[in-house]
């Protein structure tokens, strides 16, 4: 990906963190693992974070497919302390998010969303 299309998600990121401070951290992350564009904590690695988001594709993916519930659309995990979100942006990439615990979840959701669309938008151009 050109250097301008990276430039560019990250706006959205920043644009999406600017949306809610429930918001802790976001990620674009290409399906095999590679961290494309990132907004996160200075002790959060951004390949652990790529591996992870890898993991989770694809195995929402498969429980998706292997259940017969259709096209994975997105993966949620609620921890005691917040939540993980990933939905998938395109055929090659993913928004992965992290919330707080407080968070409104539809808020989130549709913020997240908004910038899934941004970012599909920017890719395609």
């Known amino acids: 990906m050109v ?43 951004p390949d652990r974070v790529g591996g992870m988001t890898a993991a989770m594709f694809s195995l929402g993916s498969r429980a998706a497919r292997e259940m017969k519930v259709g096209k994975m659309q997105q993966v949620m995990v609620q921890g005691d302390d917040g939540l993980i979100v990933l939905i998938q942006a395109s055929a090659e990439s993913s928004l992965i998010i992290t919330a707080k615990q407080e968070a409104k979840l539809g808020l989130v959701l549709l913020n997240a969303r908004q910038a899934v669309k941004q970012i599909i938008e920017w890719i395609e151009e």
């Open 3 to 45: 250097s301008s299309s990276i430039k560019m998600i990250s706006l959205i990121l920043q644009d999406l963190h600017a949306s809610s401070s429930d918001i802790l951290a976001s990620a674009l992350v290409s399906n095999d693992g590679l961290p494309i564009a990132f907004r996160l904590p200075e002790d959060v690695e």
